[in-house]
């Protein structure tokens, strides 16, 4: 790992918040601090597992010298809440993904929570009522569902295609009833679900669209950002994603109004919109009367929605936007691992034991992970296999809650199911995944496929 000072070049052009300015002394003490961040990261070296003697881990974040310099820079402004660095990270993402409005929040569960809880504001005219149903799939994440449940509306299950790992289209429209208001999807492990299908669909039905994008930064549909196409769309930073600030997340939409609304959910449900430490940006702050409120109260404590406090801290948002500089190398370092593992597995014909994922017609993948179910006809356990993985140092995932209908915490919940849940099934049953993040390379996916061979070779001893 070479020494980098990059940061200090970047840090000089940041915009935003007014914020107090250093004095030549404080510059100083900073730069010192940051010589010493710098030996810290050369002492710490890259922290890369070597294959068979460290831990490969399934996902994991990677932090260089400007990530700490900038994290410790934003920790020495003392400002804390969303400030120059949120302003900045927030600008980075708009730019990379080419959109409207993002709002920076605490976690992917967060954004989805946030994205979901907007869509029923009362101010909207076309606002999701409780009892109406949201098509999604079963095969993921548990939180992608749960904003669903906790809005009082009724989840509406469809099944899997088993080459994609995303919903099977085919099955969206008899799913639909007289009360259905939205689709919200996650495009699986990165791999973007069929975007033309199901826009057609929402736009046919006049369904609302949430895309949870918290895998997929960096993916891509016809050339467009995935999370483009929907009315919200949602992402997740937590270490194991593919850029981090600890934890976070973001919800974005190209809407003004569903911006407004998302924000005002996220700061305590406040009708100002003042960023942290400004006053009166709407130039009448004490020239409002709304609700049976007197007039002239004071618009930072006019509450419009019953809201929460998700923001994010601009310690965060400042390590955000230090990872956002390598956003593009890491995604070609995931499609890089990607592509070589699958090729590897089959040159040694691991294709007959498994079916490994594939991209829909106009999708391009910025892969979380290296997915893969057992063909029936292979005849081997799953659970032995990952086990035999595990002793070996790789460390291995399913698709999160395989079929969340089977969870426990979706008994006694009001829920639906559209079509047979065939494919989830066999998701849950016979799949897994391996790591493809940017910390590994092809002498990792070697080791991940010589390690599956002899698995069927010599301990399932199938030749
Ligand atoms: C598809 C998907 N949605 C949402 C989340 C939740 O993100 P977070 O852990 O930041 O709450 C995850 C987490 O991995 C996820 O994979």
């Not at 998700?310 to 390598?326: E, I, N, R, V």
């Amino acid at each position: 790992m070479s020494k980098n000072i990059t940061w200090e070049k970047t840090i000089n052009k940041l915009s935003g918040v007014k914020q107090p300015r250093d004095s030549d002394a404080m510059q100083q003490i900073r730069k010192k601090i940051s010589d010493h961040c710098n030996d810290f990261m050369l002492e710490r070296g890259p922290n890369i597992p070597v294959p068979g003697i460290d831990v490969i881990p399934a996902s994991s974040k990677f932090l260089d010298f400007d990530d700490l310099n900038i994290l410790i820079d934003s920790c020495l402004d003392l400002w804390l809440t969303e400030g120059r660095y949120a302003d900045n990270f927030t600008n980075e993402l708009k730019r990379y993904l080419d959109i409207e409005h993002i709002a920076l929040t605490v976690s992917g569960s967060s954004a989805n929570l946030l994205a979901l809880t907007a869509l029923t504001s009362p101010y909207l005219e076309k606002k999701i009522l409780p009892g109406s149903e949201v098509i999604t799939v079963a095969a993921g994440f548990p939180t992608t569902v749960f904003p669903i449940i906790q809005n009082g509306l009724i989840p509406v299950f469809v099944d899997i295609d088993l080459n994609t790992y995303n919903v099977n289209v085919n099955y969206i429209e008899d799913a639909i009833t007289s009360k259905t208001r939205g689709i919200m999807l996650a495009h699986t492990l990165g791999n973007p679900f069929n975007l033309k299908v199901v826009k057609e669909i929402c736009d046919k039905y006049d369904l609302y669209l949430i895309e949870d994008c918290c895998d997929a930064l960096g993916s891509t549909f016809n050339d467009k950002h995935v999370g483009t196409f929907g009315d919200f769309a949602t992402l997740s930073f937590y270490p194991a994603h593919h850029i981090t600030t600890g934890e976070g997340g973001a919800v974005w939409t190209n809407n003004t109004e569903l911006s407004k609304i998302v924000e005002s959910y996220r700061d305590w449900g406040r009708d100002c919109y003042c960023k942290t430490g400004m006053n009166n940006t709407c130039g009448k702050r004490f020239g409002w009367e709304l609700g049976s409120l007197p007039f002239g109260y004071d618009h930072k404590f006019i509450y419009s929605h019953v809201g929460y406090n998700m923001k994010m801290t601009d310690m965060q948002a400042a390590l955000g936007f230090s990872q956002m500089k390598k956003i593009e190398r890491f995604v070609i370092q995931r499609r890089n691992n990607f592509n070589y593992l699958k090729n590897v597995l089959i040159s040694k014909k691991l294709d007959n034991f498994f079916t490994f994922a594939e991209e829909c017609d106009g999708a391009k993948a910025s892969w979380f992970g290296f997915i893969m179910t057992l063909k029936s006809e292979a005849n081997i356990d799953r659970t032995n296999l990952t086990k035999f993985l595990e002793a070996n140092k790789i460390v291995t995932r399913l698709l999160f809650a395989g079929n969340l209908t089977r969870q426990p915490a979706l008994n006694g919940v009001n829920y639906k199911i559209a079509s047979p849940l065939t494919i989830t099934d066999k998701v849950m049953n016979d799949c897994f995944w391996v790591g493809v993040w940017p910390g590994l390379d092809e002498k990792h996916m070697d080791y991940i496929a010589d390690t599956i061979e002899r698995y069927i070779k010599e301990e399932a001893k199938i030749s």
